[in-house]
């Protein structure tokens, strides 16, 4: 069975202040992919990133980074600099080689509420 | 404008009553998939599609039925039988790749509430 782990329910945060969103994963499968989604207020998820299991190198995008460590099984998020259009729900999900008996299931955390204020 | 649309985007539906959500999209997706999201939650898989006239159980699927008789729509049938429908529901479609899944698109989300 596959299982995502996100331990923070919510963080609050000042402007301008680095995030880090922390995300653990649970799998059997030597092959997986790892996402994450941005569920902003209006309420529609968005896509962030994909993963592979064999693809180790963290990874930037403006101010967005991610941290996959294999060997403790995580895959974290942070935001640098923060703002407060970052603020949302954001989700880590898990799609393994045979996930349930689809090669396509997407498992998601329960999700950490964001919040940046001014 | 190529994406997924959800109507309608807010539902009201008395106790009792068997109520669609529609789920079209213009991206050329293989797979469909539905989504059940409760306040402080993440999502659950409902129903999942990967070709037209082929529906799987997701893990809630009681309660629930789909059809697949076109590659753009996958509407979603919410029966008397769910006794808890009020929730946020997704639809999310994806590419289907020999070697692993594509990732998932999400539509807008439709909010059920039943009276």
């Known amino acids: 069975a596959q299982k995502v782990t996100q331990a923070q329910t919510e963080i609050s945060v000042v402007e301008k202040e680095d995030v880090t969103l922390d995300c653990v994963y649970e799998t059997r499968d030597t092959t997986y992919y790892l996402f994450w989604y941005k569920q902003p207020p209006s309420g529609e998820l968005v896509f962030l990133i994909r993963r592979n299991s064999f693809d180790e190198q963290n990874e930037i995008s403006g101010r967005y980074s991610w941290n996959f460590q294999k060997s403790t099984s995580s895959f974290n998020f942070t935001i640098t600099a923060s703002q407060v259009v970052d603020s949302a729900v954001y989700f880590c999900?898990?799609?393994?080689?045979?996930?349930?008996?689809?090669?396509?299931?997407?498992?998601f955390g329960k999700g950490t509420l964001l919040t940046v204020n001014p | 404008d190529g994406g997924i649309t959800q109507s309608p985007k807010y539902l009201f539906r008395k106790e009792g009553q068997n109520v669609t959500l529609s789920c079209e999209q213009n991206?050329?997706?293989?797979?469909m998939y539905w989504y059940r999201q409760d306040p402080g939650q993440g999502l659950r898989l409902i129903y999942y599609?990967?070709?037209?006239?082929?529906?799987q159980k997701g893990d809630i699927a009681e309660g629930y039925s789909v059809s697949r008789e076109k590659k753009e729509s996958f509407p979603l049938t919410v029966t008397s039988a769910q006794k808890n429908p009020t929730a946020f529901y997704l639809c999310?479609?994806?590419?289907?790749?020999?070697?692993?899944?594509?990732?998932?698109?999400f539509g807008p989300g439709t909010r059920l509430t039943v009276l």
């Open positions: 999900a898990l799609s393994g080689e045979n996930s349930g008996g689809s090669n396509y299931k997407l498992t």
């Open positions: 599609s990967q070709i037209v006239n082929d529906f």
């Open positions: 991206l050329n997706h293989d797979a």
């Open positions: 999310a479609s994806a590419y289907t790749l020999a070697g692993g899944p594509d990732t998932q698109y």
